[in-house]
Nanobody, 126 residues
């Protein structure tokens, strides 16, 4: 079992920044890939970013590439999402998720992630 708890969401003006954190407990954090997803009202949950277990490789949705940075600190069992130049369309509930299966690269499909946090709201005002 893996327990995930997100924090860091809030209200920010367009162009601003936020850093989300996801604290993990349970299984050995350094052994599994992690991802960030988001869901806006009335929309499907969508992939935002993913990172390998070591942190050596990262992957991003085109909509956030160049603005968001995913990272992890395996010593602190924590995943991060630094979000810069935020836009109103980034408004959503953001979730961190854990994929415990060994893969060549982290999945971009939310269905492949077995464990999820409760989500944290990010609201970007125009």
């Amino acid at each position: 079992q893996v327990q995930l708890v997100e924090s860091g969401g809030g209200l920010v003006q367009a162009g601003g920044s936020l850093r989300l954190s996801c604290s993990a407990s349970g299984r050995t954090f350094s052994r599994y890939a992690m991802g960030w997803f988001r869901q806006a009202p009335g929309k499907e949950r969508e992939f935002v970013a993913a990172i390998t277990s070591s942190g050596d490789n990262t992957y991003y949705a085109d909509s956030v590439k160049g603005r968001f940075t995913i990272s992890r600190d395996n010593a602190k069992n924590t995943l991060y999402l630094q979000m810069n130049t935020l836009k109103p369309e980034d408004t959503a509930v953001y979730y961190c998720a854990a994929d415990l299966l060994p893969r060549y690269k982290p999945s971009l499909d939310s269905h492949e992630y077995a464990y999820w946090g409760q989500g944290t709201q990010v609201t970007v005002s125009s």
